[in-house]
């Protein structure tokens, strides 16, 4: 079993920075491929970003296009934690944001792959 709490969600202007985190429990952090997801209101549940590590200082990241080069994913395997960083926000980014974690994929951007999510937090960027 896998816990995953998040934080660092708010309400945050157009153009704002927000730092989200993702604190894992439970089993070997390391070896899971790690994501963000996110669902905003009357819409499926959407990949954002996942990071795998594949040892030393090389890791493997993914970005769904919208948020490339305003979002950043990293992870701190020491303390059990994979990172958002979301610059240059923007309102359609507004949802609840979900950390997984999967177990069974090196990579994926498919939500039924991750076995593992948070509870969510929520992030409102105003216009």
């Known amino acids: 079993q896998v816990q995953l709490v998040e934080s660092g969600g708010g309400l945050v202007q157009a153009g704002g920075s927000l730092r989200l985190s993702c604190a894992a429990a439970?089993?070997?952090?390391?070896?899971?491929?790690m994501a963000w997801f996110r669902q905003a209101p009357g819409k499926e549940r959407d990949f954002v970003a996942a990071?795998?590590?594949?040892?030393?200082?090389?890791?493997?990241?993914d970005y769904t296009d919208s948020v490339k080069g305003r979002f950043t994913i990293s992870r701190d395997n020491a303390k059990n934690t994979v990172y958002l960083q979301m610059n240059s926000l923007e309102p359609e980014d507004t949802a609840v944001y979900y950390c997984?974690?999967?177990?069974?994929?090196?990579?994926?951007?498919?939500?039924?792959?991750?076995?593992?999510w948070g509870q969510g937090t929520q992030v409102t960027v105003s216009s």
């Open positions: 997984a974690a999967c177990t069974r994929f090196l990579r994926s951007s498919r939500a039924r792959d991750y076995d593992y």
């Open positions: 439970g089993r070997t952090f390391s070896n899971y491929a």
């Open positions: 990071i795998t590590w594949s040892g030393g200082n090389t890791y493997y990241t």
